[in-house]
């Protein structure tokens, strides 16, 4: 009775034992590229101050960020888009050769970046922050408002390289490749805001806002034919 059930079972299992073995198939990967002329930007600007006391640091430095402030909303408007992102009061050590640290006073520093869709005054935002007392210039970023459309044109090119490598693969092995099994986007498509270096310097900065890329990555798997 106990054989008979052990080999009644064995042989309903045999079915699934066949079809789970694997047919041929091809994995391949592909990177697709969109190039577009960016419709906005960020600048980063920094205002630092120092003074004896973290309160009197502190408070130099809301007056002269308050100036900044006043500058680039009078540039860009009773809309301005402007967000402190960054803010830090800290003590300053001089180090004195062969002895201890001595505390020489406090900085304060605010970091502020603003975001315009008005590309055609990136210099000027520059000059207006410089002029107001901004002491650093961090950066400024060109990107996209909406990322969607180039990312659907970067994932269509991905998409497209990817099925050449593996028909290119499939042809190497003296087969065809036939429908995908499946397809998956390898990685979010990249930022697509790209930095500039910039450095505070006279009226009428010059700025080149260039072309933002979104790049897109895909993994597909299809099956090889005879």
């Known amino acids: 009775m106990h054989r008979f059930l052990i080999v009644t079972l064995l042989a309903a299992a045999a079915p699934a034992w066949v079809s789970a073995q694997r047919v ?6 592909g ?3 969109a ?3 960016p419709d906005q930007m960020k600048l980063t ?3 630092t101050t120092q003074a004896d006391t973290a309160q009197q640091a502190a408070a130099d430095n809301a007056a002269r960020s308050t100036q900044v402030l006043d500058a680039l909303r009078k ?3 009773a809309s301005a888009d402007l967000q402190t ?3 830090n009061v800290s003590p300053v050590y001089k180090y004195p ?11 304060a520093s605010n970091t502020i970046e603003a975001t315009t869709g008005d590309l055609s005054i990136a210099g000027r935002l520059i000059d207006v922050a410089v002029q107001a007392g901004a002491t650093t210039v961090g950066g400024i970023r060109f990107g996209l408002k909406d990322p969607q459309p180039a990312r659907q044109i970067a994932l269509k090119l991905a998409v497209q390289q990817a099925r050449s490598s593996a028909d290119a693969m499939a042809g190497g092995l003296g087969a065809r490749l036939g429908g995908v099994i499946s397809i998956a986007e390898a990685s979010v498509a990249s930022p697509v805001y790209t930095d500039r ?4 310097v006279a009226a009428q900065t010059p700025i080149e806002t260039g072309m933002v890329e979104v790049r897109a990555y895909v993994v597909i798997e299809a099956l090889l034919e005879n």
């Open 24 to 29: 041929p198939y091809v994995r391949a990967s």
């Open 31 to 33: 990177e697709g590229t």
């Open 35 to 37: 190039a577009i002329k």
């Open 45 to 47: 600007v920094g205002v």
């Open 75 to 77: 540039l860009l408007g």
């Open 85 to 87: 992102i960054a803010y």
């Open 97 to 107: 050769s062969g002895s201890t640290p001595v505390l020489s006073g406090y900085s």
């Open 197 to 200: 270096a910039s450095t505070a």
